[in-house]
């Protein structure tokens, strides 16, 4: 029986490409493919894949990201083979921790070995453990530092990679959801604010309203307003003032002991 397969990777020429020697392997069914790591967790969660082949480096939520929202979340884990082109010390982490990888550029030959190796586990009846998986992130964050991960937008009709701590707040109209940071401002691919938030650091980033995600160390000012209401005046060039819900006053209060 063939196995389910999910494949995620920002590069549609490494999905394709991926696509294509699984297919040559009569083993496997895609299921389904996905370019990001929000769309990941969405996938796995709706098909329960046997097995899916995961980037490590994607702009936003990235493959790791992607294995602690799961766990968090408390999702029923697949067999998860990495795609990296990360160095030695990393490899070793996977090998330790029984999970599998493929360096980039893939190898036919290689892709083969991973297949089996997922075959083997499920006839033995074993698999990855979420406590061994988040072993392995926590230990490869701690080895790269754990950098913040860049968020993709839309600018002046190019593709622009922004870090987060340089985003100031989002905001959704019509649909359309703007990113504004300190020296530009641009559209982000998302169809929803919940969609972005998932990409963003939840320490730094805050829904300080339906329409308003903002970043908290980006906050200028913090304006009382109408009726013990409050206005957030960022640090834009605009210095846009951004409204706080009333339901999100209690936690403006929290986050700077009003």
Same mark, same amino acid.
Request: a neutral charge.
């Given at each position: 029986m063939a196995l389910t397969a999910v494949i995620v990777d920002?590069?549609?020429?490494?999905?394709?490409?991926?696509?294509?020697?699984?297919?040559?392997?009569?083993?496997?069914?895609?299921v389904a493919q996905g370019k990001n790591g929000v769309e990941a967790v969405n996938l796995i969660k709706e098909h329960s894949p046997d097995l899916v082949f995961l980037d490590v480096q994607m702009p936003g939520l990235d493959g790791f990201g992607v294995i602690k929202k799961l766990i968090d979340r408390k999702v029923a884990l697949p067999n998860v083979i990495f795609a990296t082109a990360f160095d030695q010390y990393a490899v070793k982490a996977f090998e330790v921790n029984a999970v599998d990888y493929l360096l980039k550029p893939f190898d036919k030959k290689r892709v083969a070995q991973a297949i089996e190796k997922v075959r083997s586990r499920k006839k033995d009846s074993q698999s990855?453990?979420?406590?061994?998986?988040?072993?392995?992130? @926590?230990? %490869? *964050?701690?080895?790269?530092?754990?950098?913040? =991960?860049?968020?993709?937008? #839309? &600018?002046?009709?190019?593709?622009?990679?922004?870090?987060?701590?340089?985003?100031?707040?989002?905001?959704?109209?019509?649909?359309?959801i703007s990113v504004v940071t300190?020296?530009?401002?641009?559209?982000?691919?998302? @169809?929803? %604010? *919940?969609?972005?938030?998932?990409?963003?650091? =939840?320490?730094?980033?805050? #829904? &300080?309203?339906?329409?308003?995600?903002?970043?908290?160390?980006?906050?200028?000012?913090?304006?009382?307003?109408?009726?013990?209401?409050?206005?957030?005046?960022?640090?834009?060039?605009?210095?846009?003032?951004?409204?706080?819900?009333?339901?999100?006053?209690?936690?403006?209060?929290?986050?700077?002991?009003?």
């Open positions: 920002d590069e549609q020429l490494a999905r394709d490409e991926l696509a294509y020697l699984l297919k040559n392997t009569g083993e496997v069914q895609v990855v453990s979420s406590e061994r998986l988040d072993t392995l992130v @926590r230990l %490869l *964050e701690q080895q790269k530092g754990a950098p913040p =991960a860049k968020v993709m937008i #839309r &600018a002046a009709g190019r593709m622009m990679l922004v870090d987060q701590k340089d985003i100031c707040f989002a905001s959704i109209e019509d649909g359309v300190h020296t530009m401002e641009g559209q982000s691919n998302c @169809r929803t %604010l *919940e969609e972005l938030l998932e990409s963003l650091d =939840a320490n730094q980033f805050w #829904r &300080a309203h339906r329409g308003y995600v903002v970043n908290i160390n980006r906050i200028r000012e913090v304006v009382p307003w109408f009726k013990s209401s409050y206005q957030l005046r960022m640090d834009d060039r605009k210095q846009t003032e951004v409204p706080v819900s009333r339901a999100q006053t209690k936690r403006l209060r929290e986050l700077f002991n009003l």
